[in-house]
């Protein structure tokens, strides 16, 4: 049972524009969530989190948005860059745990 | 500084050999992490030590053996490992009194032959 989803394998941006990447989640328990972005044969580099306290976080091009009753949270960033082109990762933390619950990954594809 | 660091970068070995992966970081983080990541897949959780003690084992094969030598240094020994065992190996870090945001190494690349 996959408890965080990001449903889109895959995105194509043109450079300049904005990007978002959508993840969903079934556990109401977790309450704070990442966004990593990984490049191919390098670690998820972390990029931006939010807490459950929050619907809002904003960190220069990337701002996650949470929607708690939709059980939703999305990534913006703009504007894309070709460099933002990477593998970008939704996870949910589970507190008790100490666990991070991955999504299984979004490709991001910014043309120039 | 969020820098965790990992040796080798790549490794190589038999289905015989035995081999060690390396993580340190010297943020005083008290929990850290291995992870098994496959390509185009997310990272799987492995191990999780927390003040030196390991609190998560999450069902690993007993041909991986992880250390917790001191609160900077995380190992991992391999012996008698499975060509499917080949993958990216990852360690993460974690800062004290939050388990919640972690920092992740550059990965050590295995391949099983």
């Known amino acids: 049972d996959q408890q965080v989803k990001q449903n889109s394998p895959s995105l194509s941006v043109q450079e300049g524009r904005i990007s978002i990447l959508n993840c969903d989640y079934t556990?109401?328990?977790?309450?704070?969530f990442l966004w990593y972005k990984k490049y191919p044969a390098e670690g998820p580099t972390f990029l931006i989190s939010?807490?459950?306290?929050?619907d809002k976080n904003e960190d220069g091009r990337f701002t996650v948005f949470l929607n708690k009753s939709a059980k939703h949270l999305s990534l913006h960033i703009v504007p894309s860059q070709p460099g933002d082109s990477a593998v970008y990762f939704c996870?949910?933390?589970?507190?008790?745990?100490?666990?991070?619950?991955f999504g299984q990954g979004t490709t991001l594809q910014v043309k120039p | 500084d969020t820098e965790v660091t990992q040796t080798p970068k790549h490794l190589v070995m038999g289905m015989t050999n035995k081999k060690s992966l390396k993580c340190e970081q010297h943020m005083g983080h008290r929990a850290m992490y291995w992870y098994k990541q496959k390509a185009k897949k997310p990272p799987e959780l492995m191990f999780v030590y927390s003040y030196e003690k390991l609190s998560i084992n999450e069902s690993v094969p007993s041909r991986f053996s992880p250390e917790c030598p001191n609160s900077s240094l995380l190992n991992l020994h391999l012996h008698a490992l499975q060509p499917e065992d080949s993958a990216l190996y990852l360690c993460?870090?974690?800062?004290?009194?939050?388990?919640?945001?972690?920092?992740f190494g550059p990965g050590t690349r295995l391949t099983v032959l």
């Open positions: 556990n109401s328990m977790f309450d704070y």
């Open positions: 993460a870090s974690s800062p004290p009194d939050t388990t919640d945001t972690q920092y």
């Open positions: 939010i807490s459950s306290i929050k």
């Open positions: 996870a949910a933390a589970d507190s008790n745990t100490g666990k991070l619950i």
